[in-house]
């Protein structure tokens, strides 16, 4: 069996929940479908340029699927799928450990205390900047003209100068938040339910119920964490 640190698996977000522990408190916690997924290839260092492993999440229908892609995942004797995520090994050896056509499930993540989950946030369409960016806004006070949720002054940042005919590249203004890459570290594993294909993790995830996330074993721990996950 491939070692659990470099396995990752995709999942859904179903919710959130409370868990009580064995004292009485009880926590915020996700409740994630996690898998199963079907690993639909193998990929070397000669062939592809570095070591990894490719699987597929959620069948999809076939008459959305390209035909490329229908054979591709033929080949690992699956039906065709929604999603393809990849994870990266050591070595050749490592990812060779893997067949195409394997079930990857939460019992594969057994012995891992922390993971990191990377989904979608939810879009917020197009905010101020005191929204945005968590401006503080100016005075709210008599005389300010209703300004008050306002970014303020951008022309002393034109340039790095201070002056020219474009705004500073980066200036927090209003624009299009939400809807972005995010990943959160390092989040406990409170259960896993390899009969009905659960994780249960600690906090908030990405995303709103129902949205795709990607999990894989914690890539940077702190020494208090770390020492958790050494003694598992």
Request: proline fraction near 6%; aromatic fraction near 6%.
């Amino acid at each position: 069996m491939p070692s659990a640190k470099n396995i990752a698996i995709s999942g859904r977000k179903v919710g959130m929940s409370r868990w009580f522990m064995e004292d009485g408190t009880n926590i915020p916690v996700t409740v994630i479908e996690a898998g199963p997924c079907v690993v639909t290839q193998v990929k070397t260092e000669d062939r592809d340029g570095y070591s990894g492993v490719q699987y597929g999440f959620e069948d999809a229908k076939v008459r959305t699927v390209p035909m490329p892609q229908i054979g591709h995942d033929a080949k690992a004797g699956t039906a065709p799928k929604k999603h393809h995520k990849e994870f990266r090994c050591d070595s050749d050896d490592e990812a060779t450990s893997f067949e195409v056509g394997q079930t990857l499930t939460v019992s594969d993540l057994e012995g891992i205390k922390f993971v990191d989950v990377t989904g979608t946030s939810k879009g917020k369409g197009f905010q101020g900047p005191m929204k945005r960016h968590n401006f503080a806004g100016l005075e709210a006070s008599h005389g300010v003209q209703r300004k008050h949720r306002s970014a303020g002054s951008i022309g002393g940042h034109a340039t790095n100068l201070g002056t020219g005919p474009k705004i500073k590249k980066g200036k927090r203004m209003a624009g299009h938040m939400g809807s972005e890459r995010v990943t959160v570290r390092s989040l406990d594993v409170i259960h896993a339910d390899a009969s009905k294909n659960l994780l249960v993790v600690k906090g908030p995830v990405p995303g709103p119920n129902g949205g795709d996330l990607y999990i894989c074993p914690s890539s940077r721990l702190y020494k208090p964490k770390a020492r958790v996950q050494s003694e598992a």
